[in-house]
Each structure stands twice: as C-alpha cells, then as structure tokens.
C-alpha cells in the first residue's frame, strides 16, 4: 500500500475472512482440516499457515506482519511473544557455533544478556563495539563474521548508528545486518530503506503503544523469515491470539500516537534544557545530539526517548537527587518500559540491577543519576508542570 497511515489500518484485512469490520479475537489452539489429505499435508507444513495449529501460525497474527513488513519496507514478517523472543529467535536463524557476531557496547539489557550469558555459551563469539564509531565496526570484522547487530537509538542513551554505513559495510563483506527499531519506531525511521536486512522490535512498546501486551516482530525477505518461522515452530515463542488482537488495533493508531508523542517530547527536552538545572538532556531531536547530523539523515522523527542526568556534587548526590526527582513526580510513573500512552521513568541503574557488573554499566553510560523518560500523549503543559514542580522542590534555592 502506498501510504503508511492507511496500511495501519488496511494492510492484510485479507486474513479476515469473516464479514465483522473488526477482525474477531482466533481463540483457538486448533482449526478443522480438510478432509483432502493433500491440503492437510499443506497446512500442516506451509511457513506461518494461519490455520492448522496455533503454533504454526493465526489469522491475526498474519494481518499484523502484513502491517509491518509493509511498514518497515521488507518481503516479510513474523510475529513473536515478545520482543526478546523475536531478537533471540531472530539471531538463532543466523548463527552457529563458531560463528561471530559484531555488536554494540550498549543494547537493550535483555540483548546484552543474551549475547553475553546466553550465546557465548554455545561456541558463538561476540565484538562488542562502540557504535558511533564507523572504524570500530570495520576493524571487528573477521572471515567468521555472520552478524552485525546494532540498536539505533540505543537504550538508554540514545547513540546512534550509521545505518547506511553499517548495511554497505555488511554487504561488502557478505554479512548480514540486523536492526532493533524499537526506540525509533516505523514512523520515525525504516532501517531497510538504508540497506539493512532484517529489523525486530519489541512490540510491546510503540507498535502496542497502550501498556497492556507484550510481543516482538521480525521483518525480513521471505526466506529468512522462513527460517526465523522453523526455529520459532520448535521454540514455541508464538504470540497469543488475544495478545495479537490487542497488537492488531493498537497498530490503527501508530501513526498518531507517535507523532504526538515526537511533538511532546522535543518540547519537554527543550524545557528541561533551558531549565538548565539538569546536568545534562540527551534528546535525538535536540540540536545539542552529538550526532545531530546523522540524527537528520536517518530520523524522520525524534521518538518519546529522553535522557536526564542530575546534578551533584558526587555521584552519591546525583542518585540522592534522581530518586528525590521520581518520588515527587506525579504524572510520570516510576514503571520499567516504554512507548505506551502514559510517560514513565525508570533509573537505568537500577533496572539493570546485579545481571550487570558496574564495569558494564559503565561502558554502557549508565550513570547513578541517570533516568530514562519514555514521553507519553498527555498534554504537554501538565508534562511540563510536573516536572517543574518536582524540580522546584529538589532546587528551591534555584532560580
Ligand atoms: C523492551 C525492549 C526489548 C525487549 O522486548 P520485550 O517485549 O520486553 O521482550 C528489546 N529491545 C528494546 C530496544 C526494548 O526497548
């Protein structure tokens, strides 16, 4: 379909193949077969069949990979229980022991595990590299490299990775490329349209958008997606039919709901940076990214992703001011995630708790008085009078 606003809402309406306007919720672990024994054969060995047993595939979910694969530009998708089972699944189609991946040295917490405590212990060897360094990416490679994975803007301090260098790096060298979209979302950035083969989101953040599913997507050409789609078969990672409904109508509303949130949130970073009594705002769209121009190269939209760092005297004060900072706010919810409606704010520290040694936290640039804000569609007057008046009260003195 041309125009994304309108896939949202009509791309794959094929699978429904009821009359109800609103596809209906396949509760269902099994349908009936034909009584054709080659059909049967079929159904039950056909990629992603929507309508044999509910591990190999559901009419819902199919509408929703129609959706994204659309969306992010590729042949294909597959819907997963969760985003880590979509990037674990993802990564699995891929490697094999004595293989080589090239990775960043800050993803998502669920990822870094995986790479570090998961596949370095089938024989799978991981560089983890710093991201906003072309060179460092290049210099990684080796003759066993099957993988470069990188997650743009990262989590949580939003670098960013130079998409096209990294697909034309990739290509180059026969390796192929993999993408976690999730902070940006498809509104905002479309990975494959620099050249990167595959893309996987958590869906539970902004293409749910509504706090209440997990899922995760991976978009690909046909016949990876085959592959991730064995692999998923016999890991039994496949998403739940109500949770595929609920992923299926959040959809209708990406594009508005992340448009709003772009607009909330560059105001709110602009606020916090005049404010000047953070120590330091990290925003994509601020014209203070590091990388700003970059940023603008391959960013449409800015996300609902901010950092701030507190002030302190010591990294002791700095914590003491960030928890001051989460329990004053009212409006902004102390909640792990992200991409929902509401805002919410997390101290990255904490949320990566003891699976981290303070070493890692620290290459990932995870600062004691660091917090996350995931920017929701509340109006931005009260976002922003929240904030002030929790500043107010850790700052009186400031004017
Ligand atoms: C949340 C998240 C994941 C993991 O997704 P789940 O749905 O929680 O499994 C992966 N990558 C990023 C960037 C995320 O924010």
């Not at 229980?81 to 293989?99: C, E, K, N, P």
Request: one cysteine or more; glycine letters at 6%.
């Amino acid at each position: 379909m041309s125009k994304l606003e309108t896939s949202l809402i009509h791309q794959g309406d094929h699978f429904n193949t009821t009359k109800s306007v609103v596809s209906p919720i396949y509760q269902t672990s099994t349908y009936f077969a034909d009584a054709d024994l080659s059909s049967y054969i079929h159904a039950a060995t056909a990629p992603k069949y929507p309508e044999f047993y509910h591990r190999h595939g559901n009419p819902t979910s199919s509408q929703v990979a129609a959706i994204l694969a659309d969306l992010e530009k590729t042949e294909d998708a597959l819907v997963l229980a969760t985003g880590m089972a979509a990037i674990s699944t993802a990564i699995l189609a891929i490697v094999q022991h004595g293989d080589h991946i090239v990775a960043q040295q800050s993803h998502y917490s669920g990822t870094a595990l995986f790479f570090k405590d998961f596949l370095s212990q089938y024989g799978i060897e991981i560089t983890y590299i710093n991201q906003t360094d072309n060179d460092a990416f290049k210099q990684a490679i080796r003759p066993n490299t099957k993988l470069i994975y990188v997650e743009t803007p990262s989590n949580p301090n939003l670098d960013i990775t130079d998409l096209t260098f990294v697909a034309q790096l990739g290509k180059q060298n026969g390796i192929l490329t993999m993408a976690d979209n999730t902070f940006a979302s498809p509104i905002n950035q479309t990975p494959c349209a620099f050249g990167i083969d595959i893309v996987v989101h958590s869906a539970t953040k902004y293409l749910g958008g509504h706090s209440d599913l997990t899922a995760g997507v991976v978009c690909g050409s046909r016949a990876y997606i085959e592959r991730v789609w064995q692999r998923s078969l016999v890991l039994g990672s496949s998403l739940s039919p109500f949770d595929s409904w609920l992923l299926l109508r959040g959809l209708k509303t990406l594009a508005l709901r992340v448009r709003q949130i772009n607009e909330n949130a560059l105001a709110l970073a602009q606020w916090l940076e005049k404010d000047g009594r953070i120590k330091k705002v990290t925003y994509a769209g601020l014209d203070t990214h590091p990388q700003k121009t970059l940023v603008r190269k391959q960013m449409r939209g800015f996300t609902g992703m901010l950092c701030i760092e507190m002030s302190g005297a010591d990294e002791k004060e700095a914590y003491s001011r960030a928890q001051q900072l989460l329990g004053h706010l009212q409006v902004f919810a102390n909640a792990a995630s992200l991409g929902g409606v509401e805002s919410l704010i997390v101290h990255p520290a904490s949320m990566w708790g003891s699976h981290h040694s303070e070493e890692q936290k620290k290459t990932a640039g995870i600062s004691k008085g660091l917090l996350r804000i995931s920017v929701g569609i509340e109006h931005i007057d009260d976002l922003i009078s929240d904030v002030k008046q929790a500043l107010d009260k850790i700052y009186p003195l400031s004017l």
